[in-house]
T-cell receptor, first 111, second 113 residues
Framework: EDQVTQSPEALRLQEGESSSLNCSYT??????LFWYRQDPGKGPEFLFT???AGEEKEKERLKATLTKKESFLHITAPKPEDSATYLC????????????FGAGTRLAVHP | DTEVTQTPKHLVMGMTNKKSLKCEQH?????MYWYKQKAKKPPELMFV???????INESVPSRFSPECPNSSLLNLHLHALQPEDSALYLC????????????FGPGTRLLVL
């Protein structure tokens, strides 16, 4: 059964304290892995798409990596404005266009 | 530009009302989606339109009726909803339906009284 598990469920950091969020997945034929950021009451904001193991992408303080079983979202020197829920989702192969979401990691960065 | 717009932002309706949610994108995307999201939960897929044809219905109750008038517009018609249907309704689009990145709109916050 296709499954996406994110950990931790919640994370509290001090400003400048780097950390990583984990997304482990089980899917038949990974078509893509997606990271989104979501602020309360708003739609998910696209961050990264990763397609193959070994791929890495960076944007400002965020860096996403992918292995055959999991993805990490590394946050370097976070700021309070990085506080949000971070969602991981996967798309399986075979032309199946349904995203399978993890439950998300709620990140709070305190000054 | 990766913008998906949704109207209205907020909607309050009674259980006997009929209302519609609207979604629009001008990115030339040919796949469009409706999701429902409850508080502190991830989005749940409701419907997928691919090239203006309904390709996935995730066993959604018939009180939700999707419509895709053209490649840029997606509607969700609501009728006889229940209080448990209160949620954030999200629209998304992607270039095609083969696992490409989906871009989400800001959502419509729906409250059913």
């Amino acid at each position: 059964e296709d499954q996406v598990t994110q950990s931790p469920e919640a994370l509290r950091l001090q400003e400048g304290e780097s950390s990583s969020l984990n997304c482990s997945y089980t899917v038949s034929g990974l078509r893509g892995l997606f990271w989104y950021r979501q602020d309360p009451g708003k739609g998910p904001e696209f961050l990264f798409t990763l397609y193959s193991a070994g791929e890495e992408k960076e944007k400002e303080r965020l860096k996403a990596t992918l292995t055959k079983k999991e993805s990490f979202l590394h946050i370097t020197a976070p700021k309070p404005e990085d506080s949000a829920t971070y969602l991981c989702a996967v798309a399986r192969g075979g032309g199946y266009n349904k995203l399978i979401f993890g439950a998300g990691t709620r990140l709070a960065v305190h000054p | 530009d990766t913008e998906v717009t949704q109207t209205p932002k907020h909607l309050v309706m009674g259980m006997t009302n009929k209302k519609s949610l609207k979604c629009e994108q001008h990115m030339g995307h040919r796949a469009m989606y409706w999701y429902k999201q409850k508080a502190k939960k991830p989005p749940e897929l409701m419907f997928v339109y691919s090239y203006e044809k309904l390709s996935i219905n995730e066993s959604v109750p018939s009180r939700f009726s999707p419509e895709c008038p053209n490649s840029s517009l997606l509607n969700l018609h609501l009728h006889a909803l229940q209080p448990e249907d209160s949620a954030l309704y999200l629209c998304a689009s992607s270039p095609r339906d083969g696992g490409e990145t989906q871009y989400f709109g800001p959502g419509t916050r729906l409250l059913v009284l």
